[in-house]
């Protein structure tokens, strides 16, 4: 009768948490215990990961049983430093090139696939905080817009991008986008440094799709000029606005958790955030 005994081995490969490992079938012609476990050395499996030893008369099968969840939650952990790699360096993708773009795209789309669908629907209190964006596809246009692009930067008008933060409050449903940017001025002025806050409503749909409605814009300006009050940008009226700018935009969550979030927008970006 065959009998089951139980080993653990590590993971042959680190490139999909749901990876399977192939059978692994063994002649044993009256081979001991002992001989087995020497196999088992010799092909050098170590401690990690389950796997069954179905064992008949004359061979030996080992079949992977699923990942614990610490196995799981390191390789997670593997991914998402991978995605951070690949995205450092890069100016928050104003100097990314399209072999950047495709690396970068390609991680993240390992640590999605590991990690599972999101749901914030159960636990909507993971937005909760001030986001800093450390990665945008959008940014290797130079504009601070995707499929429909936002301002240039750098280009047609004199202004530097800072910083740029996401402010969520889960409770009020408030959602800030804060864009730091420097305004040059013609010489011997210096430049102007200011805050612009896009101040937004945000709502969930389904179980990872953000909604967010814009409301206004305030700007506030910073160093030498910080005395000034901040002020209010008109808004365009909505029936002047053009098609591609409804004042409205969706995005997925796509990872999240205590101090990283991943998202991919309407307008076909990939944004990466720390919790700042």
């Not at 998402?80 to 795209?105: C, P």
Request: glycine letters at 8%.
């Amino acid at each position: 009768m065959a009998s089951l005994l139980q080993y653990s081995t590590l993971p042959l490969s680190n490139n999909h948490c749901s990876s399977s490992l192939p059978s692994l079938t063994c002649h044993l012609s009256k081979r001991s215990n002992r001989n087995t476990q020497k196999l088992l050395e010799k092909k050098k499996y170590h401690i990690k990961k389950s796997l069954i030893c179905q064992s008949g008369i004359d061979e030996l099968a080992f079949i992977e049983l699923p990942g614990t969840k610490e196995a799981k939650a390191e390789l997670i952990g593997s991914l998402k430093l991978k995605l951070l790699s690949a995205v450092s360096g890069l100016n928050r993708g104003l100097a990314a090139s399209e072999e950047d773009l495709k690396k970068a795209d390609a991680a993240a789309k390992e640590l999605e696939s590991c990690a599972g669908a999101v749901d914030l629907s159960a636990d909507l209190d993971k937005l909760q905080g001030r986001w800093k964006l450390i990665y945008s596809s959008a940014f290797s246009g130079r504009t601070l817009g995707g499929s429909r692009p936002g301002p240039p930067t750098g280009r047609l008008l004199p202004i530097t991008l800072g910083q740029v933060f996401q402010r969520i409050d889960v409770l009020s449903k408030d959602f800030d986008n804060i864009v730091e940017l420097e305004l040059g001025a013609p010489w011997p002025l210096p430049p102007a440094e200011l805050t612009a806050t896009l101040a937004h409503k945000f709502e969930l749909i389904g179980s990872s799709t953000i909604k967010i409605t814009f409301e206004k814009t305030t700007v506030k300006t910073t160093g030498i000029l910080s005395q000034l009050p901040p002020f209010e940008v008109p808004r365009i009226p909505d029936q002047l606005r053009p098609p591609s700018n409804t004042g409205s935009g969706e995005f997925e969550v796509t990872y999240i958790d205590s101090d990283t979030r991943v998202t991919r927008g309407d307008r076909g970006e990939l944004r990466v955030f720390v919790i700042s």
